[in-house]
């Protein structure tokens, strides 16, 4: 069972930023944010994850609340390459659990 | 680095008939974990396997089985395969599965039954 929820879709303008927003309202203390992305039925491709403190690589930031019941995934400049289904996975050991993720669609 | 293998990646099978999914891990990476994705279901996990053993079970039911070897390589075998069964199959693997490692995916292996 996901234990995420998130928008079933989304659009963004390309060179906007992306604003992915995800609900997790049980997670537990030792469970962690993971963003996933996948493109078209390849294999899912890993973009950041998080415990508490908000994190930034070179793909994209996520930000977690104080509370950790949500977060925000921020794709800052969205190009066309980005349109895909993104999945925000809360994750314990040896186990994640996907839920039905967000479509963004990024336009010209 | 060489990522996560599949093989093969696509395969034809017929209702009945059994099936056997190869995963080759990322070097170094001890943790394989299997999901099915359908376009009714999504992404669902399958079982997930650490040193040559099943530590991490979903809810299939037990025609679905697998196994790690000591090169932490895995197999997924479907027995008495059902048109139900036709699917994207993903691998994923990591250090050892802990919850703040991140889990590589496969390409996929898309089967279908017919």
């Known amino acids: 069972d996901a234990k995420t929820t998130q928008p079933t879709s989304m659009d963004c303008a390309e060179g906007r930023a992306a604003n992915l927003p995800c609900n997790h309202s049980t997670i537990s203390g030792n469970e962690y944010v993971y963003w996933y992305r996948q493109i078209h039925s390849q294999g899912p491709q890993y973009i950041i994850h998080?415990?508490?403190n908000n994190e930034t690589n070179e793909m994209a930031s996520l930000i977690i609340t104080e509370d950790r019941k949500s977060s925000t995934l921020i794709l800052p400049h969205a190009t066309l390459r980005d349109t895909a289904v993104y999945y925000c996975i809360v994750r314990v050991e040896g186990d994640m659990r996907f839920g039905a993720g967000t479509r963004l669609t990024v336009k010209p | 680095k060489a990522g996560v293998t599949q093989t093969p990646r696509y395969l034809i099978k017929t209702r009945g008939q059994q099936v056997t999914l190869s995963c080759s891990p990322i070097?170094?990476?001890?943790?394989v974990s299997w999901y099915q994705q359908t376009p009714g279901q999504g992404l669902q996990f399958l079982f997930e396997?650490?040193?040559?053993?099943?530590?991490n079970k979903g809810n299939f039911p037990g025609r679905f089985s697998g196994r790690q070897f000591s090169n932490s390589r895995s197999e997924m075998n479907v027995s008495t395969l059902e048109l139900g069964d036709s699917a994207l199959y993903l691998c994923?693997?990591?250090?050892?599965?802990?919850?703040?490692?991140?889990?590589?995916f496969g390409p996929g292996t898309r089967l279908l039954v017919l």
């Open positions: 998080g415990l508490k």
């Open positions: 396997y650490f040193s040559e053993t099943q530590r």
């Open positions: 994923a693997s990591s250090l050892a599965g802990l919850a703040r490692e991140t889990q590589y």
């Open positions: 070097s170094g990476h001890r943790s």
